[in-house]
């Protein structure tokens, strides 16, 4: 790290601790030529979360949008908007975890899974303008199909978990 007081490039580590709850690590540092302090950050890179549409185009995830879709299901129901803003948080970490692209279908799916736990009408709602189904049983097939292709997909990943017995 190049010494802010006198430009020379090297220094050795006084000090490091992490701060913001573990979000960053915070170094104290003394430049090996001047002696001198300075103190430098490190945080985790916020990643880009790309949302991939039905026809193939991309676009960025947009927290904002997705509040907006649910406030529309919520609407005259007993959802505060404390509860909407924590089911955003819910669905974009669990889209992160999965990221750095989701497609529309993954990101509806996530909201649904939230949208259950909170509000029965609010979530037949926001299915109904999601897959735009005329009856219930049509959606619950087809959420069923979903679930199943996303288990499959993910089955892989489970599978470098397990260790090989010896
Ligand atoms: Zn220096």
Known sequence: MRCPWCG??????VDSRTTESGA???RRRQCLSCSRRFTTFERMEVVGLTV???DGAKEAF???KLIAGVAKAIKNRPVTEQQVANLADRVEEKLRRRGPA???QEVGIEVLGQLRRLDDVAYLRFASVYKDF???TD?????GILLQKRD????PKAGTRSRTRA
């Open 62 to 64: 947009d927290r904002a």
């Open 102 to 104: 989701v497609t529309t």
């Open 24 to 26: 960053a690590v915070r």
């Open 139 to 143: 959606f619950e097939r087809e959420v």
């Open 8 to 13: 020379h490039e090297q220094d050795r580590v």
């Open 134 to 136: 005329q009856e219930l």
């Open 152 to 155: 499959t997909a993910a089955a």
């Open 52 to 54: 991939i549409k039905r």
